[in-house]
């Protein structure tokens, strides 16, 4: 396929994602989402993060796999996820599951830094080269499990999760700045919901709020 189809198909993918949340709208409480990150979707090639021979279909919004019994997210919940953050250009994030380095470089598209965390090392090789490829220079990865974090580059200004775990780790919480946000699934298997954690900037409380129910790999304690 040419550039200018997977452009076109790309344009497509973003009026999808904004079809779908004016449907959850009145779940979310709002209806729309931040244009800079509509723009990040719009113009980070989805289909050079996945592999070739899914190329075709990488613009649909649904998740699609990678290898390894794991997918890249559906572009509708990378969209919100995102959003959610709300990440400023003095930010740095911190995201565990890197997979092919999608949501990492949407997320470098917004943020001054991006750390983030992959467990399987051919997946985690793979995103070096394609966020090389789509040239992203503030993105660091490391290969690990991401269930505790990472305490040498801590404390960030965003956090967020593409596995879910049962509870949500103290050790990101700890590693939340006061102020901060984190975007995390959580839950057993088949009951898991997205919840949006914020920490207070002057008293350090920690609030958290359920947006809407989804399904991602489990992210394993590794203790």
């Known amino acids: 396929m040419t550039e200018e189809q997977f452009a076109e198909m790309r344009r ?17 409480g709002r209806y729309n989402l931040d244009p800079r990150v509509m723009d990040a979707m719009g113009s980070v090639k989805r289909h050079e993060f996945v592999p070739v021979e899914i190329q075709p279909y990488a613009y649909m919004d649904r998740p699609l796999p990678i290898g390894y019994d794991k997918t890249i997210s559906q572009p509708f919940i990378v969209a919100l996820m995102t959003d959610l953050l709300e990440v400023g250009p003095e930010d740095t994030v911190l995201e565990i599951g890197t997979g092919m380095g999608y949501q990492s470089a949407v ?30 220079k503030n993105v660091e990865i490391r290969i690990g499990n991401g269930y505790n974090g990472w305490p040498e580059r801590a404390p960030f200004d965003r956090i967020i999760a593409t596995a879910a775990p049962d509870l949500i780790p103290a050790s990101l919480i700890n590693q939340l700045k006061s102020g901060g946000r984190m975007v995390i699934p959580a839950g057993l298997a088949d009951n898991q919901q997205l919840i949006l954690v914020q920490k207070d900037a002057s008293s350090g409380k920690v609030s958290t709020r359920e947006i809407i129910p989804v399904r991602f790999s489990e992210l394993e304690n590794p203790d």
């Open 12 to 28: 497509h993918m973003v009026m999808e994602i904004v079809a779908t949340t004016v449907m959850v709208g009145e779940r979310l």
């Open 107 to 136: 997320l470098a598209a917004l943020a001054h830094k991006v750390c983030t965390i992959e467990l399987i090392e051919p997946l985690a090789q793979q995103a070096v080269k394609r966020i090389a490829g789509a040239g992203m």
